[in-house]
C-alpha cells in the first residue's frame, strides 16, 4: 500500500525566514497531495493541495511542488511569522481510493 | 454554512466499554471518512462511507464498524475498546459526486480509554 515519509521531523526558524518540508509517496498511482495545518488540539486544517497534472501552485506566502518521476513534493512556507508555528502534515491519495496516507508531520516552530 | 462537526468532544470509557461517535458533514457534502490519530502521529484512515455503504477499509479490526444515514451524517462504533484506542477520532467529508478529491476536517472526538 502507500506509504509517505516526511522530513523533517522538527523545523525551527526565525521569523521571516523561509520554512520547506519534504514528502516522498510510494504509490506511482496517487494523484492528490494536499498539505494540512494542525494546531494543538485543534483539526487539521487543508493549506494547499496540488494534482498531478500540476508541477506546481502557490497561494501567497505557501507554495507547493510536485516531482512525478522522483515521486516527492515538498512546502514552501516564505516570510514565516509566528503564527505560522503548528504542526504540517503531507499526505497522498488517487481517485477511486481517495483514502488520504497521512505523513508523520513536522513540527514547525518560528521564533519572533 | 456549518462545517464538519462531531460529538462529543471528549469521552473517557473504561477496557472492554462500547462507545459511538457522532458526524455532521460539511453542507453539500455525501462522503464521509473516519480516521484515528494517536498522540504525536499522523491520521490514520479507518473507513469512508459514500451512499449509506461502507467503501474503503484501512487496517482497523472488526471492531471498529460504522454507518451511514440518508441525510449522510455517519457514525463511528468501537467495540470491546482496548487501551491503545486512546486517540482522537477525525472525521472529514467531501463532495463524492463532484469529482474533487478535497476532504474536510472535523474537530475531532478525544476518547481516553482507562
Known amino acids: 500500500g502507500e506509504n509517505v515519509e516526511q522530513h523533517p521531523s522538527t523545523l525551527s526558524v526565525q521569523e521571516g525566514d523561509s520554512a520547506v518540508i519534504k514528502c516522498t509517496y510510494s504509490d506511482s498511482a496517487s494523484n492528490y497531495f494536499p498539505w494540512y495545518k494542525q494546531e494543538l488540539g485543534k483539526r487539521p486544517q487543508l493549506i494547499i493541495d496540488i494534482r498531478s497534472n500540476v508541477g506546481e501552485k502557490k497561494d501567497q506566502r505557501i507554495a507547493v511542488t510536485l516531482n512525478k518521476t522522483a515521486k516527492h513534493f515538498s512546502l514552501h512556507i516564505t516570510e514565516t511569522q509566528p503564527e505560522d508555528s503548528a504542526v504540517y502534515f503531507c499526505a497522498a491519495s488517487h481517485t477511486g481510493f481517495q483514502k488520504l496516507v497521512f505523513g508523520t508531520g513536522t513540527r514547525l516552530l518560528v521564533s519572533p | 454554512d456549518a462545517g464538519v462537526t462531531q460529538s462529543p468532544t471528549h469521552l473517557i470509557k473504561t477496557r472492554g466499554q462500547q462507545v459511538t461517535l457522532r458526524c455532521s458533514p460539511k453542507?453539500?457534502?455525501?462522503?464521509v471518512s473516519w480516521y484515528q490519530q494517536a498522540l504525536g502521529q499522523g491520521p490514520q484512515f479507518i473507513f469512508q462511507y459514500y451512499e449509506e455503504e461502507e467503501r474503503q477499509r484501512g487496517n482497523f479490526p472488526d471492531r471498529f464498524s460504522g454507518h451511514q444515514f440518508p441525510n449522510y451524517s455517519s457514525e463511528l462504533n468501537v467495540n470491546a475498546l482496548l487501551l491503545g484506542d486512546s486517540a482522537l477520532y477525525l472525521c472529514?467529508?467531501?463532495?463524492?459526486?463532484?469529482?474533487?478529491?478535497?476532504?474536510?476536517f472535523g474537530p475531532g472526538t478525544r476518547l481516553t480509554v482507562l
Open positions: 472529514a467529508s467531501r463532495a463524492g459526486g463532484s469529482g474533487t478529491d478535497t476532504q474536510y
Open positions: 453542507s453539500g457534502h455525501d462522503t
